[in-house]
């Protein structure tokens, strides 16, 4: 891992009306040249907008930024104001269904209302998008590879950033929701061989927030997608979905409630009516909007917000 550095998101003319901590601080994930199963043939990284949509597909109509062709996974650290500090901190993990990351929506505005509660926000830069040997359809396999390893690296460096080891979770929306819910029940099952000490540090993160998630539910069966399971020591689970979602229906996150409750792991699940995709941490007059606030009452409750 190449030393510490501080730098700048993008050009400050590009950054969201809900403003980030300046100077977040970006790690790379792995050692250089030792990215597993990269190639770094897809050309590189850029920054592009998304085409925007019409509200029966999405909540946020507007194009927003997005990140593509990504061969060199970060971290993104967005600490809080010291007086709001709690030492919680999540691993934001935007969507964009493996071919793109929707970094300003479901990254950078989400890194701010988690430092608004006091939460170290921290982006994950993950591979996309899917090489020749991920099927379209199915989840990608190298964005586990760099969450487990996002989960090890901060919880091996925690006392250096300010954060509790015990108090590490991750929070994803669509595609990323399901990154985050494969990282939150995969933890015995490290998804690459071990490379360093770096990856001899717990991979389990502390709790999970998947919203409005992909990949949960088998297409034609009323259970889980294959290669989900909900092992013993699973962490605690708050589920976010709009009822009228056709990007990823809500039947994913009510069937993954269901198998953890049957497993017996704490979850609590929020489907919001008439709401569709894509409506991230945006404050707005509807309904869905409420549910950061929920989420917020849901960690305090968990003793993670102290």
């Not at 170290?120 to 993950?126: A, H």
Request: charged residues 25%.
């Amino acid at each position: 891992m190449q030393p510490k550095r501080l730098v700048l998101i993008g050009a400050l003319s590009l950054l969201p009306a809900l403003a980030v901590a300046a100077d977040p601080l970006i790690v790379e994930l792995w050692p250089t040249g030792k990215v597993p199963d990269e190639p770094g043939t897809i050309g590189a990284e850029y920054v592009r907008m998304s085409p925007g949509g019409e509200r029966k597909k999405t909540e946020t109509t507007e194009p927003t930024r997005m990140i593509t062709n990504v061969t060199q996974p970060t971290i993104t650290i967005h600490r809080p104001p010291k007086d709001k500090e709690t030492g919680t901190a999540m691993i934001i993990c935007p969507g964009g269904g493996y071919w793109n990351l929707y970094w300003q929506v479901e990254g950078e505005e989400v890194a701010a209302w988690a430092n608004s509660i006091g939460v170290t926000g921290i982006l994950l830069k993950y591979r996309v998008p899917r090489r020749p040997d991920e099927p379209r359809g199915e989840p990608a396999r190298r964005p586990l590879q760099d969450a487990q390893r996002a989960v090890s690296l901060i919880r091996s460096r925690a006392a250096e950033w300010n954060i509790h080891p015990d108090r590490l979770g991750i929070v994803g929306f669509s595609a990323g929701g399901h990154l985050a819910i494969a990282t939150a029940t995969s933890f015995d099952s490290r998804s690459y061989a071990s490379l360093d000490v770096i990856d001899k540090v717990s991979c389990r993160p502390d709790f999970a927030i998947p919203v409005y998630s992909g990949y949960l539910k088998m297409e034609d069966k009323d259970e889980l997608a294959p290669g989900l399971r909900v092992p013993e020591g699973t962490p605690p689970v708050f589920l976010v979905h709009g009822s009228n979602d056709i990007v990823s229906p809500p039947e994913h996150s009510l069937f993954m409630y269901l198998a953890l409750k049957r497993a017996g792991i704490p979850a609590e699940l929020h489907i919001y009516s008439d709401t569709s995709h894509g409506f991230g941490v945006r404050a707005s007059d509807r309904p869905y909007s409420t549910w950061t606030k929920a989420c917020e009452h849901w960690l305090r409750d968990q003793g993670l917000l102290k």
